[in-house]
Nanobody, 127 residues
Framework: HVQLVESGGGSVQAGGSLRLSCTVV???????????MGWFRQVPGKAREAVAS???????????FIADSVKGRFTISLDSAKTTVFLQMRSLKPEDTAMYYC???????????????WGQGTQVTVS
């Protein structure tokens, strides 16, 4: 059973930085490495927004998605074990305030857009 454990949210002033992390955790016999991972955010009353996604081995231009609203400020990366995804957020703006969720795609080593596994969410507040 795959679970996603998030951390790193919090409150920051505009212009500040935060780094979110999310680790895919499974049973001892389960290979959880290699999934395409994504970050999404949602503000109450608004639709969920895809922020970034990538997979191990993806190039920065090809197969790595960064939303226009955060391009140049947010960076997505994965660790060498291929089980943890990071979202480095810089130059944060009040409009970045949202609940941020990480998700794991069903596919490994490419992104299909099917994200059946979700983290619990971590709040980011920019004032």
């Amino acid at each position: 059973h795959v679970q996603l454990v998030e951390s790193g949210g919090g409150s920051v002033q505009a212009g500040g930085s935060l780094r979110l992390s999310c680790t895919v955790v499974g049973s001892a016999s389960e290979d959880t490495s290699g999934h395409c991972m994504g970050w999404f955010r949602q503000v109450p009353g608004k639709a969920r927004e895809a922020v970034a996604s990538s997979y191990p081995g993806a190039g920065p231009e090809r197969d790595t998605f960064i939303a226009d609203s955060v391009k140049g400020r947010f960076t997505i990366s994965l660790d060498s074990a291929k089980t943890t995804v990071f979202l480095q957020m810089r130059s944060l703006k009040p409009e970045d305030t949202a609940m941020y969720y990480c998700a794991a795609d069903r596919s490994r080593y490419y992104c299909s857009g099917d994200f059946p596994y979700w983290g619990q969410g971590t709040q980011v507040t920019v004032s």
